[in-house]
């Protein structure tokens, strides 16, 4: 499971952060709210909600393999108990 979430992400972190650039109008709505004054915090506050998304979308993924396995292992025993 920490392979997982790691690997994702690391994959979720690079997709959100190519969608950071000076053309983004949301990012530029994102950056107006106050107390956003100082370009180092600007630069902060993106890097940090860049990571929470990234660790959200990783955490979704996570569960998703574990439904999967659960799926998959709950078939197995219906089958295994036939025999």
């Excluded at 959100?16 to 994102?30: E, Q, V």
């Excluded at 659960?70 to 108990?81: P, R, Y």
Aim: net charge positive.
């Amino acid at each position: 499971m920490t392979t997982i979430l790691s690997r994702s992400a690391q994959g979720a972190w690079n997709h959100l952060a190519g969608c950071i650039n000076p053309f983004n109008p949301h990012l530029h709505t994102f950056l107006s709210m106050p107390p956003t004054t100082l370009a180092p915090l600007q630069v902060a506050i993106v890097q940090q909600e860049v990571l929470r998304q990234a660790q959200m979308l990783s955490y979704i993924d996570g569960f998703w393999a574990l439904g999967g396995v659960f799926v998959i292992t709950t078939g197995i025993l219906l089958i295994a108990k036939k025999f």
